[in-house]
């Protein structure tokens, strides 16, 4: 069989995207069309080249003089066809590796096979120096344009390939870049195909093509494009799936809009531009112009209305870290734009990434944990407040959280929270803590083991952080923190759900239950669930057995969960009776309370549960699953503790940085890591019979205390002492002094190692470690707490001498 196609391709989400040069390059796209043969055991690599050099050459003429070909580096019988058959000069074919020019396979194993590529010479074209630019695998002044797959091999799972007894070929050739070949264009975007959208942009932004504005308008125009065919076929901008890249790919539109000056709705007003060039081909993007324009309207106009303003922020702080010709985004900046100015993290990336900005993730990541135990502390005593009185005669909220993440609704009840104590109030102001209830709500709140969804509460510029949401009697009780203004019953507000976290609990709850099936099935039905914990992080399942699990039948139950998650099974979700939900095999554990009618999650042929939490929809959205710990928890219970998806993938890279780094300082590759361990206690055991550090006391220590400018030194150099007990001495000192500051040497044969705290606010220990680098001190630690070691030849006197001068600010 043969065929032919132009195939309308969306690429925007991935490593292989390009999403930051898309508008930049003269060749990159999210959208575009590809044109392709293809031949499913019918002709093979002869004709396929033969047909492809026809095309070029014969068809469109694109001067022989300009084409230089690639090939697998091993293909001999393609540079066998394309020099002796074809006729190019074998100094213009050009052997690939494995990652250019092999395809496939599509997953651990399947068909795959050699590429060879067609690309053609454009440095006059784009000005390249043709002394420093002389190769394809060197230099983009070559433009690859076709791409000619020979599906020729099977591989199997352990990498073993045989030949096909039916070959295929699979071939791709960008439509916009054969444009700007043929119509003889710098870039794709100046082509006529994306003539009528540029010309409708400048008509609805005042602006010329010129300058400055080249590069976001080609951003606006590609981006349009995208957003118009996929909202054609029904995928509109959401947070989740194909409809987050879409809300993405907005996004990135607008921003590059602003670079113009252009800061209202503008991209549903080019769609008409991109009906006009391509409507005549693609009838249906004429049939949901009006439907397409309205969404992406909206989705403007909420763009604006939340989010422009951090973006401004943020572009203010990026203007000014390149006057400073720094290239860091601070963390408590990252913190600032997310927590107050309600700027998604990823939209955050994106801008920095588009800005050659790099972003401090670690100070990031601690405000947040400071953020999560000012929350904890805020609702200290929370969990024990009477809910079923709370909700006395409000109605049952609706959850609307299976369909969406982000809705309006109205609030309808607001309780301050303080000293333990709740009171029904109709206003909760800047800086207050409360319970908020509201008509309809996509926050998820605790039951079943899972934890309550958390996220933010937006009506204009005010702004409450929800960091807990529970559900008494059907109605859910949202725990805020007022961040900005205030809220009000009757006023109409918007409830976003964390979405990243809600969809990793759902992973973790869906492989909760198919770890359940497993057990039940390895170690037999006797196993009963007694109790269960689902977070985004992790899962933890208690259950009824009577021995310790052994490493097979860990993995048995491993394998058979990932097998579930392999297959990709749909997670089915149905409403019904609880008597038919029982007599149909839905299992129902641990004193949970149902009514008349339940929820039924089923992984068809393997797991059927009454569950009224959140689910993936397909087995394969869990990702991956891996067992962690397990434990004896009381007589005859069993506990698991296990993760699933990025919280997996997370776990796998924490252990991959601890065998790295200690295959790195032990000078072994990570196989022998155990071994020479093994071998080092060996040898320490025998140096520890024969050595003993000595014991020091405070007193000693102090008798070296000193004073200067109201500052209290304590400077040490002592032979052969535990740094872990000076570490401990230290910590006494600084806890029952004022104003002080210690550092402890300990000196042996073979190093050098120090201890250094203290007290004062004003002294950052890490600056001043790294003030005596020059003199062979190195460490790390906290501002108030530093350890590390010192170069053997080091000058004791005068790291003393530096020391002091710093600390006492001599």
């Not at 607008?254 to 007003?269: D, T």
């Not at 990932?562 to 038919?580: D, G, H, T, W, Y």
Request: hydrophobic share 35%.
């Amino acid at each position: 069989t043969r065929a032919t196609s132009v195939q309308k391709c969306l690429r925007a989400g991935g490593k292989a995207s390009d999403l930051e040069n898309v508008g930049k390059t003269p060749r990159h796209h999210t959208f575009f069309e590809m044109l392709g043969n293809f031949s499913f055991g019918d002709y093979f690599k002869r004709e396929a080249i033969k047909f492809a050099w026809e095309f070029v050459t014969e068809v469109v003429e694109i001067d022989k003089s300009l084409l230089y070909v690639s090939i697998y580096k091993d293909d001999e019988e393609a540079f066998e066809i394309w020099t002796k058959e074809i006729g190019v000069s074998p100094d213009r074919v050009v052997r690939l590796g494995e990652k250019d020019n092999f395809w496939g396979p599509p997953g651990d194993e399947g068909p795959c096979g050699p590429c060879s590529e067609i690309y053609i010479d454009l440095r006059d074209v784009w000005g390249y120096d043709k002394e420093k630019c002389k190769s394809l695998e060197d230099c983009d002044g070559f433009l690859e344009f076709w791409n000619l797959v020979f599906m020729q091999y099977y591989q199997d799972r352990h990498g073993n390939r045989k030949e096909l007894e039916f070959k295929g070929i699979d071939t791709g050739m960008g439509l916009e870049r054969l444009a700007m070949i043929l119509q003889g264009k710098k870039s794709v975007y100046e082509t006529d195909i994306f003539e009528p959208i540029i010309n409708k942009i400048c008509e609805v932004t005042g602006k010329r093509y010129e300058g400055d504005n080249i590069v976001p308008m080609n951003v606006i125009a590609d981006h349009t494009r995208a957003i118009t065919f996929v909202g054609s076929e029904g995928v509109y901008p959401s947070n989740e799936g194909r409809g987050y890249v879409i809300r993405r790919i907005l996004r990135r539109a607008l921003r590059y809009a602003s670079k113009m000056g252009i800061n209202e709705p503008i991209v549903y007003k080019v769609i008409d531009g991109v009906v006009e060039s391509m409507g005549d081909i693609y009838p249906e993007i004429v049939a949901k112009r009006d439907a397409v324009k309205k969404v992406i309207k909206v989705e403007e106009e909420r763009y604006f209305d939340t989010v422009s303003k951090g973006i401004q922020y943020l572009t203010g702080v990026i203007e000014k870290l390149r006057d400073m010709k720094v290239s860091v985004l601070p963390g408590e900046e990252v913190f600032k734009l997310y927590d107050s100015m309600g700027v998604p993290i990823d939209l955050i990336e994106d801008i920095c990434s588009d800005e050659g900005i790099s972003i401090e993730w670690s100070r990031f990541n601690e405000l947040m944990e400071e953020q999560k135990k000012r929350g904890k502390v805020s609702w200290k005593g929370a969990d024990k407040l009477d809910f079923a009185a709370i909700v006395k005669d409000i109605k049952p909220t609706k959850y609307v959280g299976d369909d969406c993440h982000e809705y309006e609704s109205t609030i309808v009840s607001l309780f301050r929270y303080g000293n333990g104590k709740v009171e029904k109030v109709d206003t909760l102001v800047e800086g207050e803590v409360g319970l908020v209830i509201v008509e309809e709500t996509p926050f998820y709140g605790e039951g079943g083991g899972q934890v309550g969804d958390i996220g933010m509460m937006m009506s204009d510029e005010n702004i409450a952080i929800v960091n807990d949401t529970k559900k008494s009697n059907d109605v859910y009780v949202h725990f805020v923190k007022v961040d900005k203004g205030s809220f009000s019953v009757g006023r109409k507000v918007r409830l976003s759900v964390d979405y990243d976290r809600k969809l990793s609990t759902a992973r973790h709850h869906t492989a909760t239950h198919l770890l359940h099936a497993a057990l039940r099935k390895v170690l037999g039905e006797h196993v009963v669930q007694s109790g269960s914990l689902v977070e985004p992080n992790r899962l933890r399942f208690d259950f009824s057995h009577y021995a310790p699990l052994d490493e097979k039948e860990i993995e048995a139950i491993e394998d058979e969960v990932n097998e579930m998650i392999l297959k990709n099974v749909e997670v089915v979700k149905k409403f019904m009776s609880k008597k038919e939900a029982i007599s149909g095999g839905a299992l129902a554990f641990f004193g949970d309370k149902y009514g008349d009618v339940v929820r039924v999650v089923e992984v068809p042929g393997f797991s059927k549960e009454l569950c009224g939490g959140t689910h993936v929809n397909r087995t394969g959205d869990i990702g991956m699953f891996k067992i962690v710990d397990e434990e004896s928890i009381a007589s005859g219970v069993r506990r698991i503790t296990a993760v699933a998806g990025k919280a997996l993938l997370n776990y796998v890279r924490e252990r991959e940085k601890i065998i790295s780094s200690l295959s790195s300082r032990l000078s072994v590759p990570s196989s022998d890591i155990v071994n020479r361990v093994e071998g080092l206690l060996n040898k320490l055991k025998e140096l520890e019979k024969g050595k003993v550090s000595r014991q020091v006391s405070k007193e000693e220590i102090l008798s070296s205390t000193f004073e200067i400018n109201g500052v209290k030194v304590v400077f040490k150099v002592l032979d052969n002492v535990d740094i872990n007990q000076l570490g401990g001495i230290v910590d006494t000192i600084r806890a029952e002094i004022p104003s002080v500051v210690v550092m402890l040497i300990s000196k042996s044969d073979d190093k050098v190692s120090f201890v250094c705290g203290t007290n004062l606010d004003d002294v950052d220990l890490r600056d001043v470690i790294n003030n005596l680098s020059s003199l062979g001190v190195k460490g790390g630690g906290r501002k108030d707490f530093v350890r590390g070691g010192i170069a053997k030849d080091s000058d004791l006197e005068k790291i003393k001498s530096d020391f002091v001068a710093i600390v006492t600010k001599i």
